[in-house]
């Protein structure tokens, strides 16, 4: 498959406004190619925030929360098994803790109660005989659920981010941007961001009751690092309000102010906190939180991210990097498997792939579809075996098609095919019958033909057009490394022609070359890349900077590359 490769656009009258506020004229070209437009867009102090006013029915939770906690009762949360979940499930239990209350958690076994907050979770929670039951990162779509627990006379209160079904659940509070009438702005706030909200508006209402007049009252921005992290890990777009977010997250972190299971995770990875910024949340921590909840109990991240032992943090700390040793093990194995089955797939004839093995994990399909996704250029679904008869899939979708959309069009074209569904607009996933898979695959081509633009199905490169020479230095690199970058809002790609003095193959699958241009030489590195290139390149590259040798300095990180 051929790749295009794009340069943003950048609207010029937005541009020399930012020049004139003082901000780099770099970074003003970078930051309005994304859809900045005022300078009050760059603030990421916490008071840029939006209220939790402005979130429906947050300030109805809060009072019930309050309720609860001054009463007494029993809290229990009800997690989700991602690493959103995991850290907006700690977020409620520091936040509850530090507020007097009596709280627990219950995370589901995904292998076995499948997503949500279903009756048969119902059933464990009510063991714990809670008065109040919360759910983080699920129950927009546990109708049964919610009405299994209204039956056992338990309240619940649903906090979660995911498109709401047809029927919302008749929960006691439902804290959720993406329901009908909500009219909070940052749509794309992550499942741990709902949580911190809610978390805000049940602080607020205890302040009202006098709660605080004899204690200090709880800071909960010091919660910041794990909100920082559940955004990141879950790939939400990185809106102004997300982007406040993880700032003042990273900016914790740097400082060493951080949950002991945050140190020691970038301890367990390798990565320096003094210098984190999204790609180390995304990448590394976030990687070793979610292989819990992939290969065994996310209890085991929750428990790392509540502890306040560093000791015990660093134990768990080990044990979920073992785990993420493990689940690239067999990532790498299931990639093998999926290299064969698409031998004969030709992706200029299909908008979609759907792919099986009843040797897979159904905890790594998704990753598996991720990568398979960024291959193909095309939405696919991986799927694994679950209950008997049953199959587990998990889809990774490409911009300008929605994939949770894509799979409510495929169950309204067939009733009763997907026994379960959900998710978003980049991710989703679904549990059919053995024997539905082929028409499920049918189906889905058909709705990704009817839904995608085809210009969505071309692979295309972003960048940001040439970099200015006396701009690829190392205070530049450092500049923007410090800005907060991820989903919906891109690290900077440039593009510009090379000569290539050098090349050599380091460790095994990189590609290390000397770059040549406009009178100045770079190092540059082309990962997972084993064969030479020519001469004159015209690369699509990110400014880096190279730590290896214990001094820092500029390094260009290429990102796609063409004969000039």
């Not at 981010?161 to 940052?186: E, K, M, N, W, Y």
């Not at 064969?531 to 690369?539: K, L, S």
């Not at 880096?544 to 001094?551: E, K, T």
């Amino acid at each position: 498959m051929t790749t295009a490769i794009s340069v943003r656009k950048v609207p010029q009258r937005e541009f020399h406004l930012l020049v004139q506020q003082g901000v780099h004229p770099l970074l003003s070209r970078l930051l309005v190619a994304r859809g900045v437009r005022s300078p009050a867009e760059l603030g990421y102090e916490l008071g840029s925030l939006l209220p939790p006013g402005e979130m429906k029915n947050a300030e109805a939770a809060g009072e019930l929360v309050a309720d609860h906690v001054q009463a007494g009762k029993r809290i229990l949360i009800v997690a989700d098994y991602d690493c959103d979940g995991a850290t907006a499930c700690a977020v409620g239990i520091r936040a509850l803790r530090a507020f007097g209350g009596r709280v627990e958690y219950l995370v589901p076994n995904r292998f076995e109660t499948g997503y949500g907050l279903s009756p048969e979770v119902v059933e464990a929670a009510a063991a714990r005989a809670p008065d109040l039951i919360v759910t983080v990162d699920n129950g927009i779509a546990s109708v049964e659920g919610v009405a299994a627990a209204n039956r056992l006379g338990i309240a619940t209160l649903v906090t979660d981010h995911h498109l709401p079904g047809d029927t919302l659940p008749d929960a006691a509070c439902i804290v959720d941007p993406s329901q009908p009438g909500d009219r909070f702005p940052s749509k794309s706030i992550a499942g741990v961001g709902v949580m911190f909200y809610v978390m805000l508006a049940a602080r607020a209402a205890l302040r009202r009751r006098g709660a605080f007049a004899d204690r200090p009252e709880p800071n909960l921005a010091d919660l910041l690092d794990l909100v920082a992290l559940g955004t990141v890990a879950d790939v939400v777009r990185l809106d102004h309000n997300n982007r406040v977010l993880v700032s003042q997250g990273l900016t914790r972190i740097r400082a060493g102010r951080m949950q002991p299971g945050v140190a020691a995770l970038f301890a367990v990875a390798g990565r320096n906190p003094r210098r984190a910024g999204t790609f180390d949340l995304g990448f590394a921590i976030g990687p070793r939180l979610n292989a819990a909840g992939r290969l065994a109990d996310m209890s085991l991240g929750v428990e790392c991210l509540v502890t306040d032992d560093p000791g015990r943090a660093l134990n768990i700390a080990r044990e979920l990097d073992a785990l993420n040793r493990e689940r690239r093990e067999l990532e790498a194995g299931m990639q093998r498997d999926a290299e064969a089955l698409l031998a004969d797939f030709d992706p200029g004839e299909s908008t979609s792939a759907c792919l099986f093995d009843p040797q897979w994990h159904q905890g790594v399909v998704g990753l598996l579809a991720a990568r398979l996704k960024d291959r193909l250029h095309r939405p696919v679904f991986a799927f694994a075996p679950a209950s008997a008869g049953e199959l587990r899939g998990s889809g990774r979708s490409i911009p300008g098609l929605h994939l949770r959309d894509a799979l409510d069009l495929v169950a309204k074209r067939a009733p009763g095919l997907l026994l379960r569904f959900g998710g978003h607009a980049a991710a989703a996933g679904l549990t059919l019958r053995a024997e539905g898979l082929a028409q499920f695959r049918a189906l889905l081509e058909a709705a990704v033909r009817e839904m995608a633009d085809p210009a969505a199905l071309a692979r295309t490169v972003e960048t940001d057009g040439s970099l200015e020479v006396e701009f690829a230095s190392l205070d530049v690199a450092r500049m923007l490394e410090r800005e907060t970058w991820g989903q919906g809002f891109p690290q900077p790609v440039f593009l510009d022609e090379f000569t290539v003095q050098s090349q050599r193959i380091v460790g095994e699958r990189h590609l290390k070359l000397r770059l040549a241009r406009r009178g100045r030489s770079f190092a540059a590195i082309l990962f997972r890349h084993e064969t030479p290139v020519p001469e004159r390149i015209r690369g699509a590259y990110r400014l880096a900077i190279d730590d290896f040798s214990g001094a820092e300095s500029v390094q260009l990180t290429l990102e796609h590359w063409e004969a000039a």
